[in-house]
């Protein structure tokens, strides 16, 4: 029997690995001075948008996007294009006995996106990475950052909490459902870096979950998002992204406003009824899950749940409670 991790339940289902994890080492090299970074410029003026996949070492479906978006040439019709592949060191690691273990090496990448972690003290090899990626996202006007969630759910943009993150969203069009978010407290994500949270700053940026680490619709969600994200910034036509991905799907979104995060504080943590990502509560009041002896209980009507834990952890997110807003 493979060993499973310490901190994952025994007998929890892990969902099943559909998709091949391709072997980046072709793209090691890099061409802008950085392993794994590959930048390309037009001649025509344009903004510099950088496509990153692999903040997190088991979400494959970006680095399956970006492999072959970068296979295929795809090059800037203006302005200039870079893919990164971010946390190669916590891709490498990937165990399909052990899955969720690679999301990171010694910490999240993702949370450690603030000017006193990057300048502090503290060394760890995703920091490190982070250091070595900082000046190809300071150059960058807009940023698409590919994700996928450890439980199975809809896709989901994540604007962050400016405006500006939103507007962005809606431009692109996909996927269906936004949320409107402010991140963890356990640090600062790169969507939610330095001016990419300045609502005073023009240069903004997009987290997209694809769907569940391994299943088969994720890698065709970031490369959906991936070209139309591109199209909107002019990087690429939209006609070159109506010919990879058929006519524009127009779905009418749907933004999801945060406004309570539940975070686990006891070794008994449990729902109260059987959830999924992006289920809605309808009445205020209703028990949504026991920690300890605290009782948790949806704080409005019409109570969305945003990416709710399977694997309950103390010290982590349970689910965050959002409301859908016009
Ligand atoms: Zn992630």
């Known amino acids: 029997m493979p060993r499973r991790a310490a901190d994952e339940p025994r007998g929890s289902c892990v969902p099943p690995i559909e998709?091949?994890?391709p072997d980046l080492a072709r793209w090691e090299a890099g061409n802008a001075g950085v392993p794994y970074v590959w930048t390309?410029?037009?001649r025509a003026a344009g903004p510099h948008v950088v496509v990153q996949a692999l903040t997190h070492g088991n979400e494959v479906c970006g680095a399956i996007a970006v492999d072959r978006l970068l296979?295929?040439?795809?090059?800037?019709?203006?302005?200039?294009?870079?893919?990164v592949f971010a946390n190669v060191a916590a891709y490498g690691s990937f165990d399909p006995a052990e899955p969720f273990a690679s999301r990171c090496v010694d910490e999240d990448f993702n949370r450690v996106w603030s000017a006193d972690v990057l300048d502090g003290p503290r060394e760890s090899r995703d920091l490190a990475r982070a250091r070595e990626l900082r000046p190809v996202i300071d150059r960058a006007d807009a940023l698409i950052d590919l994700h996928s969630m450890t439980d199975p759910c809809?896709?989901?943009a994540l604007a962050g909490a400016r405006a500006k993150g939103l507007a962005l969203a809606r431009a692109v069009g996909v996927p269906e459902h936004i949320v409107v978010d402010a991140g963890h407290a356990a640090g600062r994500r790169?969507?939610?870096?330095a001016f990419f949270d300045d609502p005073a700053d023009p240069r903004a940026a997009l987290l997209v979950e694809c769907g569940q680490h391994w299943e088969r619709a994720a890698p065709g969600v970031a490369l959906?998002?991936?070209?139309?994200?591109l199209a909107h910034f002019g990087t690429i036509g939209r006609a070159e992204a109506d010919a990879r991905l058929g006519p524009a799907r127009t779905p009418a979104q749907r933004a999801i406003a945060v406004t309570d995060v539940v975070t686990i504080a006891s070794d008994r943590f449990a729902f109260a009824f059987p959830v999924h990502g992006l289920m809605v509560v309808e009445k205020a009041g209703t028990l949504l899950a026991t920690d300890g002896?605290?009782?948790?209980?949806?704080?409005?009507?019409?109570?969305?749940?945003?990416?709710?834990?399977?694997?309950?952890k103390s010290g982590?997110?349970?689910v965050r409670l959002g409301q859908f807003v016009p």
């Open 19 to 21: 998709v091949a994890f």
């Open 40 to 42: 390309f410029a037009s």
């Open 71 to 83: 296979d295929e040439g795809v090059r800037p019709a203006r302005g200039t294009l870079t893919f």
């Open 154 to 156: 809809p896709p989901l």
């Open 190 to 193: 790169l969507r939610d870096y």
């Open 224 to 229: 959906e998002s991936t070209l139309r994200f």
């Open 293 to 312: 002896d605290r009782e948790v209980r949806t704080p409005h009507d019409d109570c969305v749940l945003v990416m709710p834990t399977r694997r309950p």
């Open 316 to 318: 982590e997110t349970a």
